[in-house]
Nanobody, 127 residues
Framework: QVRLIESGGGLVQPGGSLRLSCAASGRTFDRYARGWFRQVPGKEREIVAATTMSGGTTYYADSVKGRFTISGDNAKKVMYLQMNNLKPEDTAAYYC????????????????????WGQGTQVTVSS
């Protein structure tokens, strides 16, 4: 099991940027596929971005494509979500998640596919 701790959320004006971090403790990080999700009250948790355990293949939701970037550092056991050109509709609680993976080529877009979750960090985009 991997324990995940997010940081980097906050209040930002439209058009601004934030970088979310997700630090992992426990087992080695490089066997885990990773994802970022977000959730607003009353709605289901939705995928934002996902990547394979090597980071070689990435997936982005259409709503964030071209603005967000998922990345990571296996040696430091940290994953990131760089968010640029933020919009009010990006306001949500953001969660990082990992799933132990035997396949270096798989990423996962369903929340139910992930085993470990961070506690969430709030991102508010408002003027």
């Amino acid at each position: 099991q991997v324990r995940l701790i997010e940081s980097g959320g906050g209040l930002v004006q439209p058009g601004g940027s934030l970088r979310l971090s997700c630090a992992a403790s426990g087992r080695t990080f490089d066997r885990y596929a990773r994802g970022w999700f977000r959730q607003v009250p009353g709605k289901e948790r939705e995928i934002v971005a996902a990547t394979t355990m090597s980071g070689g293949t990435t997936y982005y939701a259409d709503s964030v494509k071209g603005r967000f970037t998922i990345s990571g550092d296996n040696a430091k056991k940290v994953m990131y979500l760089q968010m640029n050109n933020l919009k009010p509709e990006d306001t949500a609680a953001y969660y990082c998640a990992t799933r132990y993976s035997l396949s270096g080529t798989s990423y996962y877009t369903r929340a139910a596919s992930y085993d470990d979750w961070g506690q969430g960090t709030q991102v508010t985009v408002s003027s």
